[in-house]
């Protein structure tokens, strides 16, 4: 009865693992869940407090389809502020989540058949994202060495007459890796003399722990001309369920994302918003805690990685994952059509911990694990790999 196209879509691996995990939890097995990609912080006091005055003031209503003024005002001052790019309000279109706000972009710039430049490891949606508004994933596989980041040299050799937008999440999910400003710049000037646009998911933007943040638009004048920026209050704000997300980009694309939008869902909840607003007036200061609480963990656990036989990391310098390197056991899979996913199914029935499988991000020798859970449940998680890696060997 469905669509050839929604029997192209792989389900998304991480919910299929949540609900797996909430299942063995239901039947009373404690389980160390690794693999959720949610901040264990609760939404912003001002956020609440905001939201609930909304209620009581009966701001239910229909509103502005790119969202309510109030909060693409704050979101201009947030990103002239922080991330040092300087919008107008009618340039910004606030959505149900990140997620909406990429698929958005995708709806408005993407005929069919054109390409989307995705370097692998990807988040694992975007392959899917794609193919839902009738564009083709074309898959980068970049370098461990390079910490999995894109090089134009990648770029150059996947781009062709079809390529309209290329990915780029920064920090990333799954690795953790961050880009420099050197980094971006070729990468940027590369698009710019290609005409491709730059779809800088950069949600994970306020998580970033040895060097400051460089935000793609931010660059230059023509960078920000080609870039939709993609950024959302689940993890800055630790607000995953009111689902709040936007894109800021130039007046063009943002009319067209508008109009889509003004079909699909007209616009976010007006709670939701009023939440987001309220977050945002608090400012980061609530985030530079919770950065801090990350960064603690990332620097306890780095000496245990280091412990681990056999297993190797992409240096993580935002975001709150491990993309951890477990090909030196794939050979004790061979008889398994998928290594990561035989691992992790093996890591959870045998040692109640979850976490993901690489090949959700295009990588079959990794496992990806969340440190967005207390330090000890991540140490004994780490202790059980140990474990389970040693028993392997056997
Ligand atoms: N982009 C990336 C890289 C993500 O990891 C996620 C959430 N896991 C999203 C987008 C979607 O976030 P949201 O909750 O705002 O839809």
Known sequence: M?????????????????????????????????????????TPNAGKITAKEAIDHNKTKYDMVPGLIP????????????????????????????????????TAILDPYDEVVIPAPYWTSYPEMVKLCYGVPIIVQTDKSNDFKLTVKQLSEAITDRTKIVLINNPSNPTGAVYSKEELEPLIEFCINHNLIILADEIYERICYDHPFVSIPSISERAKEITILVNGFSKSAAMTGWRLGYTASNIEISKAIST?????????????????????????????????????????????LNQLENVGYVNPQGAFYLFLDLSAYKKFYNNHDSFSIAFCNQLLDEHQVAVVPGIAFGNDDYIRISYATKIELVIEGLHRIQELLSFIKK
Request: aromatic share 4%; proline share 3%; hydrophobic share 40%.
């Open 260 to 304: 889509l939008q003004g079909h699909l869902i007209s616009h976010p909840s007006t709670i939701a918003q009023w939440a987001g607003y309220g977050a945002l007036k608090e400012g980061s200061e609530d985030m530079k805690h919770m950065v801090s609480i990350y960064k603690n963990r990332r620097d306890t656990i780095l000496p245990i």
């Open 71 to 106: 909060l693409r005002d704050s979101i201009v001052k947030k990103l002239e502020l922080e991330n040092h790019v300087k919008y107008s309000t009618s340039e910004i279109v606030v959505s149900s989540g990140a997620k909406n706000a990429i698929t958005n972009a995708l």
């Open 2 to 42: 469905v669509s050839k196209k929604i029997k192209s879509i792989t389900p998304s691996f991480t919910i299929n693992i949540s609900a797996k995990v909430a299942k063995l939890k239901s039947e009373g097995k404690e389980i160390i869940d690794l693999s959720i990609g949610e901040p264990d912080f609760m």
